[in-house]
């Protein structure tokens, strides 16, 4: 009876507190998802110490995951995707590229060890979808060249980043590097993503008709659901992280989406579970680790975040002018979910200390703080664009 | 990472095996929900032991009993309620009283003591109402005076119940009865309820305004959940059950249900979350323990719970004919959570010895087993409602 009181009690603590968090952020003009990071860095194990998520707590927070990038999915069309496909895909190749080497050299001068220094390198690599496209959605600006660029690179940076995650923990298991099994693991990848952007959208597309004859009311939901949970799994099995193969579930139901309303439904899943997520990140945060040497680390690790990815990712587009460049470059700046994982596999294999785990959330929170408003300024010149769709907005609501 | 496979592992399997079992019994015309359940006992550590409910696995299935409640509460106005008040409170006294009694009888004249006699009895008691609320659901059915009635009754029964629960244990301890602590027990529960039906829809009236302005999108939904959750809580720390606390919360909001279109949203989560619920109440069912004395014992004593109910709780209302009377007799009979718990208390305090344990286990399960399917047919000749039903359904598809 006890631990089902306490069980309870965390749920409604931590739900009502990141929330409340989330809330105080959105009003300051500020991401929500860094409310409910910091809701967890407050009550957590390392703050007020009023509440440390237990197990129960941490596997919803992973099924919270889950549904997040689910959620992506069933936004982003496989289509989309492909029609910008070459030109995202080489922005998010240097968008890789450089913050990797950026991250690496600093840490290697730094004197860390290579392993350490390899995982905050690929912890800097992937950029946020979620952050990116909600803050261009919010300005109306998701038709723009640019933003469509944005969004197909930071769609393959996620995958490209998840395969650079199969490398590395590859690289960081004991015995040291076999490179066999990470090149398995990268074809499998490679094979996995292909299908699942190719064939999976198809395959849903046939299972249309068996689907309506089913007689469980809400059958597309219930299948949707299944799915996501099977590729989770099959991507965790293959080597790759879950939220990618619950991320490729959501590209192949996107098209129906609408049509079987599962959007808004998949919304209210991931609404309920997704503060658990970003609360245990949060709680994870040692932050007594912060001393002043460290401080000026995460300072320069965040400048070196910012700049790397601006570079990298505006240069392959340059061609277009430098503004679509610039707006390429900081639309690919936030870090998010992806980097926080990479950083805390990094901690559960050892491979990372505290400190560089530490060094990893202050480099998220402040790529997620810096680009919205950076971004903002860079689009907010296509006045007229903005006013009109602004207005189409308010009359659809 | 291993523990992480195996989790996602369970969560997929249970999903896809309890949806799969739901979807075979809905063909076959028999309530999804004892799908669910026999998919538990299916593979189960007492059946073919493919698999082991994880304690994470159990916990969401906890968190899948709120969201089941919350649901129905949310299609429950607490003035449909109120109006069938009296007479539920009625059901749910009959409806103790008579299985106490039919228990405690043959459990006296199978020459027991009187300690192990009361325990068993007093495990017949409590109704859960989460099937029987489950398979009203499916069927569009919430709405009939048959159906407010059992969950009025459920109410009720919860508060009842837990009186009773309070006194038995109280008399098995050693000095007897401390009636105080069952007296506040109970006078928190009472004033618990009344303050959930009569004042809290007014205080979520009054929240509306604040709601719209809040900077959170969606939220009516983040504070619906928080409630819900809360709530949940509250009514374990006073020491009903959680599920009746997550049903007030639903009742609070339902006036606001459909102007938030909280319902097909709280619908989405109960649709992922409740499988596991069912899957670990049948996975629960132990069909080891059973020689043929023993079996003869289960079956009367399965019999007299399902009999005393239907008695029970039928004569009430028979009154409003003798359809009516069955149907809500037969919806309360169906014992869960709360039987398991007052049988064990019994066995932890070496009051009841393991085959009288068993014999609850079974009672349990048989209820569970073969009320849905008696209650499916004796609402299915409503057909002209059913149907209107259905089409109200397909529509707001």
């Not at 139901?253 to 503060?275: D, G, K, M, T």
């Not at 007229?384 to 609501?397: G, I």
Request: glycine share 8%.
């Amino acid at each position: 009876m006890h631990s089902t009181n306490d069980f309870l009690f965390q749920l409604f603590l931590i739900f009502v507190w990141a929330k409340f968090c989330g809330e105080v952020f959105e009003r300051l003009r500020m991401p929500a998802v860094l409310g409910e990071i910091l809701a967890g860095v407050l009550i957590g194990p390392f703050g007020a110490q009023l509440v440390a998520p237990s197990d129960a707590i941490n596997d919803v927070a992973q099924i919270g995951a889950i549904f997040l990038l689910f959620t992506v999915g069933l936004e982003t069309h496989p289509k989309d995707l492909l029609s910008v496909g070459r030109t995202s895909l080489y922005v998010a190749l240097a968008g890789i590229i450089v913050p990797f080497a950026c991250g690496f050299t600093y840490m290697m001068l730094r004197e860390h060890a290579a392993a350490e220094a390899t995982f905050v390198a690929a912890a800097m690599v992937a950029t946020s979808v979620g952050i990116t496209a909600r803050v261009l959605s919010d300005m109306g600006m998701l038709q723009a060249r640019a933003s469509r660029i944005i969004l197909g690179a930071a769609v393959f940076d996620d995958i490209l980043g998840m395969i650079l995650l199969g490398v590395v923990a590859g690289l960081a298991t004991p015995g040291g590097a076999r490179w066999a099994p990470v090149l398995v693991t990268s074809l499998e990848a490679v094979a996995f993503t292909l299908i699942m952007i190719f064939y999976a959208p198809r395959v849903v597309r046939r299972m249309e008709p068996g689907l309506e004859r089913m007689s469980t009311p809400d059958a597309p939901l219930v299948i949707a659901l299944a799915i996501c949970l099977g590729l989770s799994y099959a991507a965790v099995k293959i080597g790759m992280a879950a939220i990618i193969g619950a991320f490729f579930a959501g590209l192949a139901f996107a098209e129906y989406s609408p049509r079987w309303n599962l959007r808004p439904r998949v919304l209210a899943i991931n609404e309920f579970l997704a503060p658990f997520f970003f609360f245990s990140m949060g709680a994870r945060l040692n932050t007594t680790v912060f001393d002043g040497h460290l401080l000026v680390s995460a300072v320069v690790i965040s400048i070196l975040a910012l700049l790397s990815k601006l570079l990298g990712c505006g240069l392959p587009v340059l061609r277009f002018g430098w503004r679509t460049a610039a707006k390429v470059g900081m639309g690919m700046v936030p870090r998010g979910e992806v980097g926080l994982i990479v950083a805390l596999v990094g901690l559960q294999l050892n491979i990372i200390s505290p400190s560089p785990y530490a060094l990893v959330i202050f480099m998220t929170g402040a790529t997620t703080l810096v680009a919205p408003p950076l971004l903002k300024m860079l689009f907010r010149d296509d006045g007229a664009n903005r006013r009109v769709t602004a207005e189409e907005r308010s009359v659809a609501m």
